[in-house]
């Protein structure tokens, strides 16, 4: 998260048409204390040392140089295989070198799987020197993929570089639900992506393997041979800004590499990706959920929350917003329920 606010940081002053200077603070942690401000945000340790999974020299150069690449705000994050994407490159140009006239602006969408798609459009004239303006439009349909996956979007232009992280799901289509039963609060919002669906006080609704429904103290119990999904807490605000000068409700969310996150593409930390559908999470302890059954849990000050949890018998979700309609938020749902109609 430290990383990713950074890059987003310094490119938002970048793309400002009238910044013409500005600082980065702080290049190293400079020291915290328990009672006053913590200020371990540099882009290096103490010991002037890279940061697991922080920017690297050259991520840093990219976005901190006198002429940086840009890429405007409007550009999705979260991509349909089949939907068209569109995103304006921009261009600070404040280097004493000179830059190419009619020069080609590279472009193209890389995974660990290899090109997605790739092109190279025009910036026609010498770019003048000055604050961002926009040099080009990188578009293309998104490619078919069969699963999710985690691609950069990298652009090249003369000797500039730059590349964003960007996410692609597959086309959806509406999946059986005739093996489902849910809460009337919920249905609404189900029964569009699982047609067959019926709700909790149907005739029919014990004899669904899988039900679904709000987490309470009081909810009905399950029908013999029935696995029940939990999933509370999808209101209110995003919960994935970090605290910077004194620690807040998101210091730090940690996934599982678990069955029930198959298809949904994460190295174990919070990305941008859940940035959509990350809530707030249910304080711990929460007895349902032993200590060994947690999948995702996330750290705020002095406490702790939990955002996914227990097992294929019963799966609490917290602070997840499953039920958005966005494509990663239904992803996450369809990953919860076939973890849950799996046989063991």
């Known amino acids: ?18 910044c013409s200077g500005y600082s980065f603070w702080s290049l190293s942690d400079c020291g915290a204390s328990s009672s006053g401000p913590a200020v371990s945000q540099g882009l290096l340790t103490y010991f002037f040392e890279l940061k697991k999974k ?99 979007l990298e652009v090249e232009y003369a000797d500039l570089r730059n590349a964003w992280t960007r996410w692609g799901f597959p086309k959806r289509r509406p999946r059986d639900g005739s093996r489902l039963a849910a809460d009337a609060s919920l249905l609404e919002k189900l029964r569009p ?74 190295d174990g930390t919070l990305s941008p990706l859940f940035f959509r559908v990350l809530k707030r999470g249910r304080e711990l302890p929460f007895a349902p959920v032993p200590r060994e059954k947690i999948v995702a849990a996330g750290e705020g000050g002095d406490r702790y929350f939990l955002y996914l949890g227990g097992d294929r018998q019963a799966l609490y979700s917290f602070g997840l917003d499953v039920l958005s309609g966005l494509p990663e938020a239904t992803a996450l749902l369809d990953g919860f329920i076939d973890y849950q109609l799996k046989d063991d």
């Open 54 to 152: 922080g920017l690297n020299l050259e991520e840093m150069r990219a976005c901190n140089s006198p002429s940086v690449l840009l890429l405007d705000t409007a550009a999705p994050f979260v991509v349909v295989a089949g939907e068209s994407f569109a995103g304006r490159i921009l261009l600070a140009h404040f280097s004493q070198d000179e830059l190419p006239a009619d020069a080609p602006l590279r472009w193209r969408l890389k995974s660990s799987r290899g090109i997605l798609a790739e092109g190279s459009v025009r910036v026609a004239g010498v770019p003048a020197r000055g604050p961002a303006r926009t040099v080009a439009e990188v578009s293309f349909p998104v490619p078919d993929v069969s699963e999710a996956v985690e691609a950069e």
């Open 193 to 266: 992506l699982y047609p067959g669906i019926v709700a909790l006080n149907d005739p029919a609704a014990g004899k669904r393997p899988l039900r679904i429904l709000p987490w309470s103290d009081k909810a009905p119990a399950a029908a013999p041979g029935q696995r029940t999904l939990f999933v509370s807490g999808m209101n209110g605000r995003a919960n994935v800004t970090l605290g910077w000068w004194w620690l807040g409700d998101q210091v730090g969310t940690a996934f599982l590499d678990h069955p029930a996150l198959k298809g949904f593409p994460h």
């Open 1 to 18: 998260l430290q990383g990713y606010y950074q890059k987003a940081g310094l490119e938002s002053a970048r793309r400002d048409p009238i």
